[in-house]
């Protein structure tokens, strides 16, 4: 059963363990004892995958990908 679930990106608990799990990305499983550990990787994960959804659209609206300022347009 799913903790917490964003996306791709599960957090789930095992008996005494945590699993983090990306979906399509079995080599990424990561089993841990501490939550603290678990829920850092859960939310790096989920994070990672959020920031390169909107940088990816950012760059389709002509805007950097990182600050989100509109790109000058180059000339010659």
Same mark, same amino acid.
């Given at each position: 059963m799913a903790v917490y679930k964003l996306g791709p %990106? @599960?957090?789930? #608990? @095992?008996?005494? #363990?945590?699993? %983090?799990n +990306?979906?399509?990305?079995?080599?990424? &499983?990561? +089993?841990?004892e501490n939550p603290i550990e678990a829920w850092t990787r859960f939310i790096d994960s989920a994070d990672s995958?959020? @920031? @390169?959804r +909107?940088?990816?659209l950012l760059e389709k609206q002509g805007r950097n990908r990182y600050t989100g300022a509109l &790109? #000058?347009?180059?000339?010659?």
């Open positions: %990106v @599960r957090l789930t #608990q @095992r008996g005494g #363990q945590y699993v %983090v +990306i979906d399509g990305e079995p080599e990424a &499983e990561g +089993i841990y995958r959020v @920031r @390169r +909107i940088g990816d &790109e #000058q347009l180059k000339t010659g």
